[in-house]
């Protein structure tokens, strides 16, 4: 009697026992396009800024940036933009999202109109302030009318592009915290409700534990929106003064000086300064409330 070998499984069935099928072809498309146009680029611009345009060490742009205080200071400048903006954003948008989680006639609209600036752009909208802050503009023109003697010099200034990146990066901070609120679970407030706690009482103690991890993924894409701010500082902000930030210096490196080393260095030291603050806030989320919200969320 002779005994066969058992059969010697497909390679379709082997790779299916090691979880890959057909479906993981989907991924195929996106891991192409992320490594095409991000993991590329981040990997050239990172070996290019360890190539000085007049030689030394491979750390020679890292020292120069962190040597000239012009260059270093872009950091700070940056910093000092990026956050109150991306603070004030995310706050702002608590309340407003707040109301507008439930279902109320004219919702739709109120909606639209709060999140149009996102078809505007960054240099649309700084043209507009431009205009609109100027001495001869709709705002100093209201301020004389009240009774003002001088009109305000607005633009440019640092406060302006405050302004620009607030008027930008609410919507996304709004849409945000609109998403996380309608996951909470609305029984869970109903309950507090019954058991005599007025809405204040239940929006410290119920909604904002369960929104605040939220908040804090808000704020960091917020945060990346207003730290990567170019436009912005040039047209309303004083590019060489109190608004000259960190993507301004990579520019001025690269496309007016020539030298792409040196603007490789500094945007690579943006993205590590950017990765810091988000991983502090990512650190300080691991600590909040991570369970389900109970709702669609």
Known sequence: MTVTAPEKPSIKHRLAERGVDRTLL??????????VLFAYPVLYGLQLSFQPAEGGS?????????????????????LRLAIPAALINVLASIPI????????????????????PITL????TAEGLKQYLSPVGWFNRVLMALGMDEPLELVPSWT?????????????????TLS???????TLEQAAATLGADWRRRFRYITLPLLAPGLAITFCLTFVLAFSVFPSAYLVGLPQGETRVMSIAA??????????PMGSAV????????????????????????GATGGKG
Not at 59 to 71: E, G, K, T, V
Not at 160 to 173: D, E, M, N
């Open 58 to 78: 491979p750390f020679a742009n890292y020292s120069r940036f962190f040597s000239d205080p012009y260059l270093a200071d872009t950091i700070w400048t940056t």
């Open 267 to 290: 945007a690579v030291i943006m993205a590590v300064v950017m990765l810091v603050v988000i991983g502090l806030v990512l650190l300080w989320r691991s600590r909040l409330y991570r």
């Open 251 to 260: 520019y001025e490196a690269a496309f007016r000086d020539g030298d792409y």
């Open 121 to 124: 752009g960054t240099v649309l």
């Open 180 to 186: 996380y609120l309608s996951g909470i679970d609305p």
């Open 26 to 35: 989907l991924l195929v498309p996106g891991v192409l396009f992320v490594v």
């Open 160 to 176: 302006a592009v405050l302004f620009s990146l607030i008027i930008t990066g609410f919507p996304f901070a709004f849409l945000l």
């Open 97 to 116: 999202a707040y109301r507008l989680r439930g279902r109320f006639r004219g919702k739709r609209f109120l909606t639209t109109i709060l999140v149009v």
